[in-house]
């Protein structure tokens, strides 16, 4: 079935989303060094409409990229640093004991760090469940209920959370169901060499320059809006779930290869993140429909914390990466 051509207000909009984020990389490039993939990745799910899990060692500038993305915006920022000791008040705020003219006293609601257009929640998997459910919960919801009343949190509403990959102790990994609420699972990787020489230039000398602001609330807001009009031909849609069906070994669409290596598969919800992504990359490039190349480039940040693989996996050194990456090059040729 054709898919009829966008609105020509919307096709303006879209080339003013690739300017807006052509712009965007240029402001952070006067920061951060290298990391094109990691910045693509963060705006493809600010403008979907989805939260992010940034994974990597320490010292690769994951908590400062976020806090200059958000310095790009005009938009409300808060850190949270998760600790062992972390209350879900001290995310979502409490009730505090005011006194009144007359010498009435009464409760007034204290905002928590979560109200706010963009929060960081550094290294996520230090805090216990509890609390992690309490931020995982404004996440889902974009609301909190404190002592029986429900806040409503601002729009646009964005977490970006941080995770260790090699320091286990004292921490509380993220059960699967709450990994899923996460669209994308971003790998932060070393630098090249090149890179390393320019972050060793550019750190140590005067201090960093302030970035000017490209975007306000109202504007992200439209931009969400427009990327979710971004068309997707029928075969793309098709192409999503047959992706994501071959990634459960109980299934007979799996391949037999896959079997031994995965011992749990993705989810409805990883279809919608495939298609979202596609759609946010198709209009940051300026593209007026979702190419299959869209599709392929967000399959893995998409499934990478989707796809749990079996000891003999690791044990081979095989990762929910190379499973991904195997599966779309396999669907790729094949259609």
């Not at 929060?119 to 209920?145: F, G, S, Y």
């Amino acid at each position: 079935m054709p898919h009829s051509p966008l609105p020509q207000d919307d096709v303006a909009a879209i080339d003013e989303l690739r300017k807006v984020y052509v712009q965007l990389g240029d402001e952070l490039k006067k920061i951060i060094v290298g990391q094109q993939k990691v910045v693509e990745q963060l705006a493809i799910c600010l403008f979907a409409r989805g939260h992010a899990l940034l994974m990597g060692v320490p010292g690769l500038a994951k908590t400062l990229l976020i806090s200059r993305l958000a310095e790009t915006m005009s938009l409300s920022f808060s850190r949270i640093q998760f600790t062992p000791d972390l209350m879900p008040m001290d995310i979502t705020g409490t009730d505090i004991l005011q006194e009144l003219p007359g010498g009435k006293r009464a409760f007034e609601f204290a905002k928590g760090p979560v109200f706010a257009n963009i929060v960081l929640a550094d290294e996520i998997n230090r805090a216990p469940a509890k609390t992690q459910a309490a931020m995982l919960e404004a996440m889902q919801e974009h609301k909190v209920t404190v002592a029986g009343r429900t806040y409503t949190l601002d729009s646009p509403f964005f977490v970006l959370a941080t995770q260790n990959p090699i320091e286990q102790e004292g921490t509380y990994p993220l059960p699967e169901a709450q990994l899923d609420r996460f669209m994308f699972m971003i790998g932060v990787d070393y630098p090249t060499r090149e890179e390393e020489i320019a972050i060793a230039r550019t750190t140590t000398g005067t201090s960093l320059p302030r970035l000017e602001h490209i975007l306000d609330g109202p504007k992200v807001l439209a931009f969400q809006e427009l990327v979710r009009r971004v068309p997707v031909p029928d075969h793309l849609y098709e192409f999503a779930v047959d992706l994501v069906r071959k990634t459960r070994p109980a299934s007979h669409e799996a391949p037999s290869w896959l079997k031994p290596l995965v011992s749990w598969g993705a989810g409805p919800r990883a279809v919608q993140y495939l298609i979202l992504g596609a759609k946010a990359r198709a209009a940051l490039h300026g593209s007026y429909m979702v190419r299959l190349e869209d599709l392929m480039e967000v399959a893995e940040p998409v499934l990478r914390h989707r796809v749990m693989t079996t000891f003999t996996a690791e044990s081979d050194g095989v990762s929910s990466c190379d499973v991904t990456k195997r599966l779309v090059n396999e669907l790729a040729k094949a259609g």
